[in-house]
């Protein structure tokens, strides 16, 4: 049963190793030491709750319901450029480090906010859980499935707090003004590069279900 653990795992980094908004944002976080720890824990039980209803039956509905999945591609273009916005105002600002502070202010509950709606409001999310890993994973049986499943949880769990720690960690040099202004740039570019391919899938994907 270790091979389907290990085809999980694999399966698991591959997916979730490329930046984007969940990643970009515990990146941020950690950088800042700002709960961090928190953040990646409710990433990794996000990504566990998705990967278990895509491997144990939820693709089905994602696949059933497109009009839901149009709901969550169009709510998620809004979010990515509203924070991608957020973070190239911070980059372009004059004084970067007045910026870094008034978001360090921000409170706990608003950044739990902040990465539910990162982690839940990114369709690409539903697509690799409940459509690849779901497909894959819902195929095997019942022993080979719990092997599989936790394979890619274990890989979301060390990803989430390996990076979380290593931003943490490297914090001093990163915490720059320079390197502030790099990263944030980088983030907001990440997320309306994002936001635009979802909005070409959401555009094509209406054209479907109108046609």
Known sequence: MLSYFFQGLTLGAALILPLGPQNAFVLNQGIRRQYHLMIASLCAISDLLLICGGIFGGSALLMQSPWLLAIVTWGGVAFLLWYGWGALRTALSSSVELASAEVLKQG?????ATVLAVTWLNPHVYLDTF???GSL???LADEPKRWFALGTVSASILWFYGLALLAAWLAPRLRTAKAQRMINGVVG?????IALQLAHDG???ISSLMG
């Open 137 to 139: 994973g819902g195929q």
């Open 189 to 193: 570019l990440v997320m309306w590069f």
């Open 108 to 112: 706990r509950w608003k950044i739990v």
């Open 203 to 205: 555009v094509r994907h």
């Open 131 to 133: 459509v690849v890993l």
